[in-house]
Structure formats: C-alpha cells, structure tokens
C-alpha cells in the first residue's frame, strides 16, 4: 500500500502570509495527488487535482505542484476563511488506492 | 447540480448492526465509483473503499475488508455501508463521496454531507 507522509501537522501564521504543505508518497505516483479543505464540521472539499489543476471556483491564492514523490501545496496569501485541516489524497488503479495523508490543521497567529 | 444526500445520524449499542444510506442525484449514477471515508473524532480521513453502482463491482481497502459491507441499489441511486456487528471503535463520521474520473485520474467530488454513527452502551 502506497503511504502518504504529510507536513506539517499544523501550523499557525499571519494573515497574509505564504504558507506551504508537503507531501511525499512512498513511491512514485506520477501526479496522481489531489488536495482538499475541509473546514471545521464539515464535509471535505476538492481544491486540487493532478497536482496542480485548480477546481472550477477556488480561488487563485491556492496553488500545487509536483510529481512523482514530492508535493506542494501553497496557499499565497493566507486569509481568515482559510482556517482548516488539509489532506493530501493519492490515486492508484491497481489495486484501487485512495490514501490520504495524515492532515495539515492551519491557523491563524 | 450533482448532489450526495447521506442518512442521519445514528446511535447504536454494541453488537448491533447498521445500515446507512447515501444518495445521488443529479447525474448518472450508474457511471460513477462511490466512495466511503471515516473520519474517527478528531481524526484524519480513511478510505474504506468504492463500489461501482453499475454493476456493483466492489474494493475495499485491506484495512476495512471483512469489516464493512459496501453494497448500492441503483434502481434507487443509493450506495449503502453497513455493519453487522458494531464495536465502540466504529464510532466516527462516514462520509460518501463521487469518485470522478478523467481519463487516468481520480478525485473525490462531491461529497456527501457525513453521518455520524456513535457506539456505546
């Protein structure tokens, strides 16, 4: 089974700040990575998919790169409705594979 | 508009089983992978795996098979996920969700809105 390493765990910064999540999988999975939002009480959010496709209506502040391994996800200029946890979440057809990793909680400082 | 309607909240003893319920609407059912996740209290997220309405094919994830049942009647558009027997541990919220595809990739979208499913005595 794939494993999704995740980093940080959380982290507190300023409005307006750059704020940037790793992820790195255990082996490589091209750029089948996607990440999501979930906001406190609720149900998670697609965000990105492939790495670095923005969803239809995100805004442009958040971002994602990479391939094989290695993962980034940036969020430009950190707003107060950016508040909550983000996971990664990896896909792998043979067998089916949809590992998330362990999360990110961001806060405001 | 492509929604998942999930069923409410249940509380259960141990030992008891349970079904829940998830809903499509607004697209082909039949065409899409639903997925189910948990989210233990103050957890992250875990696939526990997918099932294809069309002809019910399913997967689990090794670390829930033998534990769920994925199940769907697509007569209805509703993907289910029970248990015959719960533990105190299965207590968490389940979240269904789309697995959309475009051409090698994958990615949860929708989401259902969750059920919350506590066991205790």
């Known amino acids: 089974d794939i494993q999704m390493t995740q980093s940080p765990s959380s982290l507190s910064a300023s409005v307006g700040d750059r704020v940037t999540i790793t992820c790195q999988a255990s082996?490589?999975?091209?750029?089948?990575l996607n990440w999501y939002q979930q906001k406190p009480g609720k149900a998670p959010k697609l965000l990105i998919y492939?790495?670095?496709n923005l969803e239809t209506g995100v805004p442009s502040r958040f971002s994602g790169s990479g391939s094989g391994t290695d993962f980034t996800f940036t969020i430009s200029s950190l707003q107060p409705e950016d508040i909550a946890t983000y996971y990664c979440?990896?896909?792998?057809?043979?067998?089916?594979?949809?590992?998330f990793g362990g999360g990110t909680k961001v806060e405001i400082k | 508009e492509v929604q998942l309607v999930q069923s409410g909240a249940e509380v259960k003893k141990p030992g008891e089983s349970l079904k829940i319920s998830c809903k499509g609407s607004?697209?082909?059912?039949?065409?899409?992978?639903i997925g189910w996740v948990r989210q233990m209290p103050g957890k992250g997220l875990e696939w526990m795996g997918i099932i294809y309405p069309g002809d019910s094919d399913t997967r689990y994830s090794p670390s829930f098979q033998g534990q769920v049942t994925i199940s769907a009647d697509k007569s209805i558009s509703t993907a289910y996920l029970q248990w015959s027997s719960l533990k105190a541990s299965d207590t968490a919220m389940y979240y269904c969700a789309r697995l959309y595809y475009y051409d090698s990739s994958n990615w949860f979208d929708p989401w259902g809105q969750g059920t919350l499913v506590t066991v205790s005595s």
């Open positions: 082996q490589d999975i091209s750029n089948y």
């Open positions: 607004g697209y082909s059912f039949t065409s899409y992978w």
């Open positions: 979440q990896q896909y792998d057809n043979l067998p089916p594979s949809l590992t």
């Open positions: 492939d790495a670095s």
